[in-house]
Antibody, heavy 116, light 108 residues
Framework: QVQMLQSGAEVRKPGSSVRVSCQTS????????ISWVRQAPGQGLEWMGR????????DYAQRFQGRITITADKSTSTAYMEISSLRSDDTAVYYC?????????WGQGTQVTVSS | ELVLTQSPGTLSLSPGERATLSCRAS???????LAWYQQKPGQAPRLLVY???TRATGIPDRFSGSGSGTDFTLTIGRLEPEDFAVYYC?????????FGQGTKLEIK
């Protein structure tokens, strides 16, 4: 059974950066795309970007270009999402999800709080 | 980017009734790469339908997806108490893989 385990909650100050990890287990296929989706308090889902581990290629939503980096370590089946220059409106739950489009498997979510 | 608009924003129905949720795209999704998710408070989204009309594994057959081009629909045949949640559509035809703003299905 596929499981995606994310790192724990983070609190950061404005202007700093944060890295969230997502480890996949229960599946031998490392070729799946890993995507990141966030949800601000009381808001909807926002697609941020994705990485294709076997190629090491990432693709980002325009609004995050230059501010996020999504990477993957095939050897540990772990994907990472780092976001820099944090602002208060980056406060959200960040989810990883597996797949090239429709996401059947999700991490449990990581709360990132940006506050001075 | 491809914008998805869901309607209504909130739908108030009673258990046993039929629910019809709409998702309209700003341009045609020729591949039918359109998914529907259910989300309950404090939980990650749950995939219900992909490819516009294919139910995901383990999803009850009261959930059905339909549509093509720019107009897609999620129908819940007879509402069960556990179906009251927020529903999102998502297109995965063109990056960025955008979501609709959601429809809240609440108990009347």
């Amino acid at each position: 059974q596929v499981q995606m385990l994310q790192s724990g909650a983070e609190v950061r100050k404005p202007g700093s950066s944060v890295r969230v990890s997502c480890q996949t287990s229960g599946d031998s296929h490392s070729s799946y795309t890993i995507s990141w989706v966030r949800q601000a308090p009381g808001q909807g889902l926002e697609w941020m970007g994705r990485v294709i581990p076997i190629f090491g290629v990432a693709d980002y939503a325009q609004r995050f270009q230059g501010r996020i980096t999504i990477t993957a370590d095939k050897s540990t089946s772990t994907a990472y999402m780092e976001i820099s220059s944090l602002r208060s409106d980056d406060t959200a739950v960040y989810y990883c999800a597996r797949g090239g489009g429709a996401y059947a498997y999700w991490g449990q979510g990581t709360q990132v709080t940006v506050s001075s | 980017e491809l914008v998805l608009t869901q309607s209504p924003g909130t739908l108030s129905l009673s258990p046993g009734e039929r629910a019809t949720l709409s998702c309209r795209a700003s341009r045609s999704i020729t591949t039918n790469y359109l998914a529907w998710y259910q989300q309950k408070p404090g939980q990650a989204p749950r995939l219900l339908v992909y490819g516009g009309s294919t139910r995901a594994t383990g999803i009850p057959d009261r959930f059905s997806g339909s549509g093509s081009g720019t107009d897609f629909t999620l129908t819940i045949g007879r509402l069960e108490p556990e179906d009251f949640a927020v529903y999102y559509c998502q297109q995965y035809d063109t990056s960025p893989y955008t979501f609709g703003q959601g429809t809240k299905l609440e108990i009347k």
